[in-house]
């Protein structure tokens, strides 16, 4: 069946800098969407991506689909606290449109 | 707006009891999705229905689960018996359309705990 990966799986960012999480599927994908929980909350949808090679960006968020559409990334510029949580990607399988999330990236930031 | 509505928030139980979780979708929407959260398995779909009807069910983990949805506004997840595996957040999300090209809205969900 379809799985989807997502790496790192923890991420200690010092406040200001950059950095990137990847997710990548066993299978060509119908579209993707990437959400945010905060520590001790829920999922909170942030973008969808359906196009191959579709860029989008929310101010300092950055999202990619690759041109295959078996892989996505999500990079954040300038990290502030706010942006402690855990992100997930979520892909739709083109094949059976299963949805399958990824484990996630738990980020945390030191000021 | 209200958002997704789950209840209770928090759940603790002793093994081999029923237990009944409520979810309220966001009116108007017609798709309803139940989902399951612990630290080993991450965040899995359990449970997908589209106008009230279940269209996948292939995540549900075994005949002790069980979910309906009797009208467009009210979805119940029943656990009989409960086992401590079955401790987790379990989410309800709803979405305006179906599972394709829709944004999920997540409720708060609800902390169960089996002893």
């Known amino acids: 069946g379809q799985q989807v990966m997502q790496i790192p799986q923890y991420q200690h960012v010092q406040e200001g800098e950059d950095f990137t999480t990847y997710c990548n599927s066993s299978t060509t994908l119908s579209n993707i969407q990437w959400y945010k929980q905060r520590p001790g909350g829920h999922p909170v949808f942030l973008i969808q991506?359906?196009?191959?090679?579709e860029v989008k960006k929310q101010k300092r968020l950055t999202f990619q689909f690759g041109e295959a559409k078996k892989n996505s990334s999500l990079h954040i510029t300038a990290t502030q606290t706010t942006d402690v949580g855990t992100y997930f990607c979520?892909?739709?399988?083109?094949?059976?449109?299963?949805?399958?999330f990824g484990a996630g990236t738990t980020v945390t930031v030191r000021a | 707006d209200a958002g997704v509505i789950q209840s209770p928030r928090h759940e603790v139980t002793e093994m081999g009891q029923e237990v009944t979780l409520r979810c309220k979708p966001i009116?108007?929407?017609?798709?309803l999705f139940w989902y399951r959260q612990t630290m080993m398995r991450g965040l899995e779909l359990l449970i997908y229905?589209?106008?009230?009807?279940?269209?996948?069910d292939s995540g549900m983990p075994e005949d002790r689960f069980s979910a309906k949805m009797p009208n467009a506004s009210f979805s119940t997840l029943k656990i009989q018996p409960s086992e401590p595996r079955d401790s987790a957040v379990y989410f309800c999300?709803?979405?305006?359309?179906?599972?394709?090209?829709?944004?999920?809205?997540f409720g708060p969900g609800t902390r169960l705990l089996v002893l």
């Open positions: 009116s108007g929407h017609n798709s």
């Open positions: 229905f589209n106008n009230n009807v279940p269209i996948d």
């Open positions: 999300a709803s979405s305006l359309a179906g599972l394709a090209y829709e944004t999920q809205y």
């Open positions: 991506l359906v196009k191959s090679g």
């Open positions: 979520a892909g739709l399988s083109s094949n059976d449109y299963k949805l399958s």
